[in-house]
């Protein structure tokens, strides 16, 4: 079976400091890998290496056999890989359709029509529709992005992300800054997802962690430390000591 995704000893660093060092790891379709580690571990410089928004300094990455490590960002998403941020990444004065129908006419290719009327592109209005429904913001479309409360805002970013028809799905802290509520309502909406999406997430609340990964990735200074199931990873003396700080 060919792994959806593929690092073979990545690396960057910024001046003396190696953020990534070395880190290879594999990724089955379908899977939900999570990325743990506590702050400074490389997470989000992973992250970056992965989505094509820094280069590597050296190894390998690869998309479904397809070695990507050289190709910007947009390129990656063409191949099928999708990414939501710590940051919202809105258009905070369109509307929750507005939003998500810019991202579906980009994957169509209808943003480069420039003398077409948009009424007319039927298609991407009911699929914007479709995945307004999909994140829980089908009764919401015409509410401004802006006006969304926190946790909507999320899922939006998620619905923009699923408009370019990811194989690959990397959530960066998708929680983070949630209520209990909100918190629980975005677990449920990635459970939700078809199982043959991929996802890749970083997200430090445990709970969440151990609700939606197959498996997860440990992080120290920039080093892969353990990898495994869920089980494993809590029963992993050296992840108890550096992550969970406690023994569980």
Do not use: C
Not at 36 to 46: M, S, V, W
Not at 95 to 112: K, P, W
Not at 113 to 123: D, I, K, T
């Amino acid at each position: 079976m060919i792994e959806i995704l593929r690092l073979d000893n990545l690396k960057r660093n910024f001046g003396g400091l190696m953020a990534v060092d070395g880190i290879s790891l594999s990724v089955a379709p379908g899977e939900r890998r999570a990325i743990i580690g506590p702050n400074g571990a490389g997470k989000t410089t992973l992250f970056n290496l992965i989505s094509g928004e820094l280069p590597a300094a050296a190894g390998k990455i690869f998309l479904a056999d397809q070695d990507v490590t050289g190709r910007p960002a947009h390129a990656r998403a063409r191949l099928g890989m999708g990414r939501t941020f710590q940051r919202n990444n809105l258009f905070f004065g369109l509307s929750a359709f507005e939003n998500v129908r810019l991202a579906v006419q980009h994957r169509q290719g209808i943003s480069r029509r420039y003398f077409a009327s948009v009424s007319r592109f039927g298609a991407a209005n009911r699929d914007a529709l479709s995945l307004l429904e999909r994140v829980g913001l089908g009764d919401s479309p015409d509410t401004l992005a802006g006006a969304l409360a926190y946790g909507q805002q999320r899922a939006l970013e998620i619905a923009l992300a699923l408009a370019t028809e990811p194989k690959l799905l990397l959530l960066d802290e998708p929680t983070a800054g949630m209520s209990p509520a909100e918190t629980a309502e975005i677990v449920r909406l990635i459970n939700g997802l078809p199982r043959d999406l991929t996802i890749l997430i970083i997200e430090h609340d445990m709970d969440v962690i151990f609700s939606l990964a197959d498996r997860i990735s440990v992080l120290y200074y920039g080093r892969l430390l353990a990898e495994g199931a869920p089980a494993e990873i809590k029963a992993n003396r050296k992840a108890q000591e550096i992550y969970f700080g406690v023994t569980l």
